[in-house]
Each structure stands twice: as structure tokens, then as C-alpha cells.
Nanobody, 126 residues
Framework: HVQLLESGGGLVQAGGSLTLSCAGSGRTFSNYNMGWFRQAPGEEREFVGAYSHSGGMTYYADSVKGRFTISRDNTVNTVYLQMNSLKPEDTAVYYC???????????????????WGQGTQVTVSS
């Protein structure tokens, strides 16, 4: 069992950057595969990216590839989402999630993730 808490959201101008953090509880945090999702008003929650605990593989949605980077530091039980070149369409509540099972073949599948944080708001102004 793991609890997740996101932080780092806020208001930023288009073209700017933000780094979100997701702090996890529990001694087994390093064993979880981690994902980031986002949900804009009136939209479905969508996959942003994921980080596999085995081998450190990362996966990204096409919409953020090349702009967003996921990393993790297991010494402090934290996963990060570095967001660069932000666009107004990146505005959403961002959630981190933890999966105890393999992410493959489809890391974007929400049902793979058993634990979710409360989310943090990111607003990008034009």
C-alpha cells in the first residue's frame, strides 16, 4: 500500500516551465511503477507519462514527448514531472499514480494503477 501526494502546481505563462513532485509513503515505494495523468475540465483523465521501476524505462504521450520528463529519486520516495515549453492546452489537474504490476504493453491504461494522489492544478496562461 502506498500513499501519494503531488505538489508543485501553479500558474505559469505559455513557454514557461514547472516541476511537479509526487511524494510516496511506504518502504516499498521503489518497487512501484509510476505514472502521471492529467484531467482538464470536462475531459477524460489522460495519460501523460510513466516511469518503470525496472530499468528506468520512460513512456510519454505524444502530446508531451520532447517537452516533459519524468524522473524519480527512490532515496526520498519521490517522482518528478519536469514540464517545459508549456502550452495553454497543458492546463489540467495533474495526478500521479502507482502500479504494482507491469506497465506493459500499455502504460497508459488507467486500470493498471492502483493508487492515486489527490492532484495538483497546473494553469498555463496564453
Amino acid at each position: 500500500h502506498v500513499q501519494l501526494l503531488e505538489s508543485g502546481g501553479g500558474l505559469v505563462q505559455a513557454g514557461g516551465s514547472l516541476t511537479l513532485s509526487c511524494a510516496g509513503s511506504g518502504r516499498t515505494f521503489s518497487n512501484y511503477n509510476m505514472g502521471w495523468f492529467r484531467q482538464a475540465p470536462g475531459e477524460e483523465r489522460e495519460f501523460v507519462g510513466a516511469y518503470s521501476h525496472s530499468g528506468g524505462m520512460t513512456y510519454y504521450a505524444d502530446s508531451v514527448k520532447g517537452r516533459f520528463t519524468i524522473s524519480r529519486d527512490n532515496t526520498v520516495n519521490t517522482v518528478y514531472l519536469q514540464m517545459n515549453s508549456l502550452k495553454p492546452e497543458d492546463t489540467a489537474v495533474y495526478y500521479c499514480a502507482a502500479a504494482s504490476e507491469s506497465l506493459l504493453p500499455k502504460p497508459s491504461l488507467r486500470s493498471r494503477y492502483s493508487y492515486w494522489g489527490q492532484g495538483t492544478q497546473v494553469t498555463v496562461s496564453s
